[in-house]
C-alpha cells in the first residue's frame, strides 16, 4: 500500500482565491481559519484583560467609573478567551493536523466542517455586539443564576441573551466538530494506522471529541433553561419560584469542567508531538500516556462539583476523591515528558522552547489543583485571587504555551516558510516573564484573601504591590504578542523555506510537501510505528 | 541500532547538577528565611482556622517537593542534554519503562491518597455544627449589604446588626462575637448568591438563595479587640466589591455590654415627627417612589421612609451636595421596616438623595 488515488479532476474554471477561502471544505485551510479566527478573539480578549489590570492596578476606581462596565470586562474576556480562544484554536490545530497525522485526505465530513467553523465568527460578532446593545454580560463566564436571571440588580439587558445564544452556537459548532473527528479518527485511518500507532495528538483529539459530544448538550440544556427563565417566566433557576439556583451550578459544571480537559488535552497532544521531534528520542511511555489521557477523559466527568464545594450542597468526599485521583494520571504525562527529554538530544527550536514553558508552568497549575482537591483549604482558597492564578498556569501557562507550540511548529507546514527563530525567542522571553509576574502574584493576593471579580479593594488591604506586579506582567504578555504578529506577517513574505521536513518530524504530516496538495499525499510511507516518518528516515532498525 | 553509549563530557553534567542544586537550595531558602510566607494563608484566628491551616501546611510540603523534583529534572534535561554538532548518531531510543510507569503511577496515588483521607479528617472538624452553640447569629445578605440578626437560644431574633461594617473611627458597626464560645452562623439571601468570607477565618460559604446553609467557627481567647476584614466572596452585582463586613472578636463580658446596647438600640422606638416639612418617601424594587423633593431652605424637615422591599434588602437614605460632600448620612433599614430621618437645615441648592447601598436610587433634592 502505498498510494492513495484520491485526488478528483481539477476544476475547469477558476475562482478568485478569497472565493475559494470563503467557500473551502479542505480541512487545511478550515484549520487555518479557525486559527486565524481565533487568534482575532484571542487579541479582543487579551485587550479586556489589560483593561482588568489597568483598574486594578491601584486601589480606587480610576479607570473605569462604572462598575457595570468592569463586570461585563472580565466576564467577557473570559468567555471570549474560553469560547471564542482556546477552544477552537485547539480545534483548529486538530482540523489541520488529525487529517494529515492520520494519512487521511480530510475530515470525514467537509461540509459540516466549515458549518463548524463559519458558526464561530457568527457567533464571537454576537457576543462582541452586545457591547453595543446596552451592555453585555456582567454576571461572570458562569453565569450563576439569580444574578443572571432577569430583574433589576441582576441581568436585565439583552446582552445576557446575546451571550446565551452565541454559547449555544458554540457548542454546536463544537458538537458537530466533535463527531467529525471521532467519524474522521474511526473511519478514514491509512491502512496501517492502527490506534496504537496513532500519534499522541490525535488521541487526545480523540479523547477531547468524546468530552465534547458527551457534555456539551448537557450545557446547552441548561442554556436554554437559562433562556426561558429569563425571556418566558420559567422558573428553572429561581429559588423563590420552586426553582434552585444550585442546580444551574450543577449542570454548568458537569460540561463545564470536562471543558477544562477540552482546552488542555489537545495542547498536551502538541507538546506530546514536540518533545520527541526535538530530543530525537520517541515518547516515554507511549501507551501509558494513551491511558493517563483516557484515565483523564473519564475522570474528568467525576470531578465537577470540585467547583461547589462552598455552596454547602455537595456531597463533599467523593468529589474532593475524585479530584485528588485526577492528578494521578496527569502526574503521569508529566513524568513521560521529562523523560522523553532525558538522555536525548535537545534543539531548542522556538516549538520545543514553547513546550517546555508548558511543562514548567503547567505543573505550577496541577500542583495548586491539589489544594482544591483538598476541600477544607479549598473553603480558604475559593473564589480568590488564588483561583485565578490556578486556571490561568493551567490555561495559560498550559494551553497558550502550548498552542504557541504548536503554531510554531506547524507554521513551516501550513505555509511553506518558517518562522523566525529570533523573534520567536524574543516572544517566549517576554510572555514567559510576563505571564510568572502576573499570575504568581495572583497567588499571594489570593491567600491574603483578595476575591476575584472586584473592581476595587481598599488601600489598607495589603494588595497594591502584588497588583502593581501583574499589571506590569500583564503588559509584557501584549508586548510579546506584537513580535509574533510581526513575525507571522514578516515570514509569510520572507521566511526560510522551509521544505517537506525541516524538523525532522515523525508523524505523517512531514511526509507531504509543505504546503500539502488537496487531499494531502500522493504517496504514503509505510506505517509500521508510530512514527512512520521516522522510520523512513532511519530505516526500521533504528526503531 | 546498538549504539556504544557515548560518553559525554563531564562538564556539562557538572554544570546542569550544579545549576539544579542551587536553584532547589533557593528556593528552600527562601521557605526558611520567611520570605516565602506569602504563600501561605495568613495566620487563623479560630479554632477552625487553625486545622485549616496545619491542613495547609502539609499539602503545601507535599506540592513543594514534588515542584522541586519536577522542575529539576526539566532544568537537569534542558541544561545537560543539548544536541551538540559532533551528535550526528541517534541518541538511545528508550520507548519507556514499565518498572519506571508503575512507581511514578503507585507513588503519587500513595500521596493524593494520603491528602484525601487528611483533608477529609480535616473537613469533619471544620464543618462540624453542634446543637446548641454558645452564640447563634442568622447573616442575611442582600444586594449589596450585609445585617447579622442575634438570636437566643431558641432561635428567636434579640437584635440586628444592620450596619456590617466596623468604623474605627466611631466604633460602631460590625458582627461582634465573644472569643472561646462557639458560634454559629446560619446564611440566607433575599436575591442573589453571596458568600460569607473573612480571610483570617481561612474560610468561607456560600449564601444561596433558597436554601440555608450553616457554619460555626471559635474565636481563639487571644484574639479578643481584634477586627477582621470580611467580604461578599461570590460575584453578586454591580456594588459585589462594596459588600464588606467586620467580624469584632471581644471578651465574653465585653460582648454581653455589645449586645445589650444593640438589644437597646433595635427595641428603641422611631423619633417622633418634628412638627414642619415632612416628606415621604418609599422605597420598593430597589427603586424610590420619587426623584424630585423640595423643601424649604435653612429649616429641619423630616422624612418618612418607608422600605417596602423584601426583608434582607436594607435602603437608606443620604444627601450629598453639588459638589459631591455628605451632608446627611443616615442608618439604613431593613426592608419591611419604617423610619424617621430628621435632617438638619439646608442652605438653597440642589442636592442629591441617594441610597448608600444601591448606586442607582438616586435623585434631586431642591432646597430654596
Not at chain 1, 479582543?44 to 486594578?56: H, P, Y
Not at chain 1, 455586539?129 to 444574578?147: K, N, Q
Not at chain 1, 504578542?481 to 509569510?492: A, C, E, G, Q, R
Not at chain 2, 539544579?20 to 484566628?45: E, K, N, Q, R
Request: aromatic letters at 14%; glycine letters at 10%; a neutral charge.
Amino acid at each position: 500500500m502505498a498510494t492513495h488515488a484520491l485526488r478528483p479532476a481539477a476544476p475547469t474554471y477558476s475562482r478568485g482565491r478569497l472565493y475559494e477561502w470563503l467557500t473551502t471544505t479542505d480541512h487545511k485551510k478550515i484549520g487555518i481559519m479557525y486559527v486565524i479566527n481565533s487568534f482575532v478573539f484571542f487579541l479582543i480578549g487579551g485587550i479586556l484583560a489589560l483593561v482588568v489590570r489597568t483598574e486594578l492596578a491601584q486601589p480606587g476606581l480610576q479607570f473605569l467609573s462604572d462598575e457595570s462596565v468592569y463586570n461585563q470586562i472580565f466576564t467577557m474576556h473570559a468567555t471570549l478567551m474560553i469560547f471564542m480562544f482556546v477552544i477552537p484554536m485547539l480545534a483548529g490545530l486538530g482540523n489541520y493536523a488529525v487529517p494529515l497525522m492520520i494519512g487521511a485526505p480530510d475530515m470525514a465530513f467537509p461540509r459540516i466542517n466549515a458549518l463548524s467553523l463559519w458558526m464561530l465568527p457568527l457567533a464571537g460578532i454576537l457576543l462582541v455586539a452586545s457591547f453595543f446593545t446596552g451592555g453585555s454580560a456582567a454576571a461572570g463566564w458562569t453565569s450563576y443564576p439569580p444574578l443572571s436571571l432577569d430583574g433589576p440588580l441582576k441581568s436585565p439587558g439583552t446582552g445576557q441573551d446575546l451571550w446565551i445564544v452565541g454559547l449555544i452556537l458554540i457548542g454546536t459548532s463544537s458538537i458537530l466538530g466533535g463527531i467529525n473527528f471521532l467519524v474522521t479518527i474511526f473511519k478514514m485511518r491509512a491502512p496501517g494506522m492502527t490506534l496504537f500507532r496513532m500519534p499522541i495528538m490525535v488521541w487526545t483529539v480523540l479523547v477531547t471529541s468524546v468530552l465534547v459530544v458527551m457534555a456539551t448538550p448537557v450545557i446547552t440544556s441548561a442554556l436554554v433553561m437559562l433562556f426561558i427563565d429569563r425571556n418566558y417566566g420559567g422558573r428553572f433557576f429561581d429559588p423563590f419560584g420552586g426553582g434552585s439556583a444550585v442546580l444551574y451550578q450543577n449542570i454548568f459544571w458537569f460540561y463545564s469542567h470536562p471543558a477544562v480537559y477540552v482546552m488542555i488535552l489537545p495542547a498536551m497532544g502538541v507538546i506530546s508531538e514536540v518533545l520527541p521531534v526535538f530530543s530525537r528520542k520517541p515518547l516515554f511511555g507511549f501507551k501509558a500516556f494513551i491511558f493517563a489521557t483516557a484515565g483523564i477523559g473519564a475522570l474528568g466527568f467525576s470531578v465537577w462539583a470540585h467547583h461547589m464545594f462552598t455552596t454547602g450542597s455537595v456531597f463533599l468526599p467523593f468529589f474532593s476523591l475524585m479530584t485528588f485521583l485526577i492528578a494521578v494520571p496527569t502526574g503521569v504525562k508529566m513524568f513521560n515528558w521529562v523523560f522523553t527529554l532525558f538522555r536525548g538530544q535537545l534543539t531548542f527550536s522556538t516549538p520545543l522552547i514553547f513546550a517546555i514553558g508548558f511543562l514548567t508552568m503547567f505543573l505550577i497549575g496541577g500542583i495548586n489543583g491539589a489544594f482544591s482537591a483538598s476541600v477544607p483549604v479549598d473553603f480558604a482558597l475559593h473564589d480568590t485571587y488564588w483561583v485565578v492564578a490556578h486556571i490561568h498556569y493551567v490555561l495559560f501557562g498550559g494551553s497558550v504555551f502550548g498552542i504557541f507550540a504548536g503554531l510554531y511548529y506547524w507554521f513551516p507546514k501550513m505555509s511553506g516558510r518558517m518562522l523566525d527563530e529570533g523573534l520567536g525567542k524574543i516572544q517566549f522571553v517576554l510572555m514567559f516573564i510576563g505571564f510568572n509576574l502576573t499570575f504568581f502574584p495572583m497567588q499571594m493576593l489570593g491567600l491574603a484573601g483578595m476575591p476575584r471579580r472586584i473592581a476595587d479593594y481598599a488601600a489598607d488591604a495589603g494588595w497594591n504591590d502584588w497588583n502593581m506586579a501583574a499589571t506590569i506582567g500583564g503588559f509584557l504578555i501584549a508586548a510579546s504578542i506584537l513580535p509574533f504578529i510581526w513575525n507571522v506577517f514578516v515570514s509569510l513574505r520572507n521566511g526560510k523555506i522551509a521544505g517537506d521536513d525541516p524538523w525532522e518530524g515523525n508523524t505523517l504530516e512531514w511526509a507531504t510537501s509543505s504546503p500539502p496538495p488537496p487531499y494531502n499525499f500522493d504517496h504514503l510511507p509505510e506505517i509500521r510505528s508510530e512514527r512512520p516518518v521516522f522510520d523512513a528516515r532511519h530505516g526500521r532498525g533504528a526503531h | 541500532m546498538s549504539p556504544n553509549p557515548r560518553k559525554r563530557p563531564a562538564p556539562e553534567a557538572l554544570i546542569a547538577g550544579l545549576v539544579v542544586v542551587i536553584l532547589a537550595a533557593l528556593v528552600i531558602a527562601v521557605f526558611l528565611t520567611g520570605w516565602g510566607s506569602s504563600l501561605y494563608p495568613p495566620d487563623a484566628v479560630t479554632q477552625q482556622g487553625r486545622d485549616v491551616r496545619g491542613l495547609y501546611d502539609i499539602v503545601f510540603a507535599f506540592g513543594l517537593a514534588i515542584f522541586i523534583l519536577v522542575e529539576g529534572l526539566i532544568v537537569w534535561s534542558v541544561l545537560r542534554y543539548r544536541r551538540r554538532p559532533t551528535d550526528s548518531d541517534l541518541p538511545t531510543q528508550t520507548h519507556g519503562n514499565n518498572i519506571a510507569e508503575v512507581i511514578w503511577t503507585v507513588i503519587p496515588t500513595a500521596i493524593v491518597l494520603f491528602l484525601f483521607v487528611i483533608s477529609w479528617q480535616t473537613l469533619n472538624k471544620v464543618d462540624a455544627v453542634s446543637a446548641r452553640p454558645d452564640i447563634r447569629i442568622h447573616a442575611i445578605a442582600g444586594q449589596f449589604q450585609w445585617q447579622f440578626e442575634y438570636l437566643d437560644q431558641d432561635g428567636k431574633k434579640v437584635a440586628t446588626q444592620l450596619t456590617p461594617a466596623y468604623d474605627t473611627a466611631t466604633g460602631a458597626g460590625g458582627m461582634a462575637v465573644p472569643v472561646g464560645r462557639s458560634v454559629q452562623v446560619t446564611l440566607d439571601s433575599p436575591d442573589v448568591i453571596h458568600a460569607f468570607y473573612v480571610p483570617r477565618f481561612l474560610f468561607k460559604r456560600d449564601v444561596v438563595p433558597g436554601q440555608t446553609n450553616t457554619f460555626e467557627f471559635t474565636v481563639d481567647a487571644s484574639e479578643a479587640g481584634q477586627v477582621f476584614r470580611g467580604q461578599c466572596a461570590e460575584l453578586c452585582g454591580t456594588g459585589h466589591r462594596l459588600m464588606l463586613f467586620s467580624v469584632i472578636a471581644l471578651s465574653p463580658t465585653a460582648y454581653d455590654a455589645w449586645l445589650n446596647a444593640l438589644i437597646e438600640k433595635s427595641n428603641a422606638t422611631p423619633a417622633p415627627l418634628p412638627s414642619g416639612t415632612v416628606l415621604n418617601v418609599t422605597a420598593e424594587g430597589i427603586k424610590f417612589d420619587t426623584t424630585t423633593l423640595d423643601v424649604p431652605a435653612d429649616s429641619p424637615f423630616a422624612i418618612a421612609f418607608t422600605n417596602k422591599d423584601p426583608a434582607g434588602v436594607t435602603h437608606d437614605i443620604d444627601i450629598r451636595d453639588s459638589n459631591g460632600t455628605v451632608v446627611a448620612n443616615e442608618d439604613t433599614i431593613n426592608g419591611g421596616t419604617t423610619t424617621n430621618y430628621t435632617i438638619n437645615p439646608l442652605p438653597a441648592g440642589t442636592y442629591t438623595f441617594f441610597c448608600s447601598i444601591h448606586s442607582n436610587m438616586t435623585g434631586t433634592l431642591t432646597v430654596k
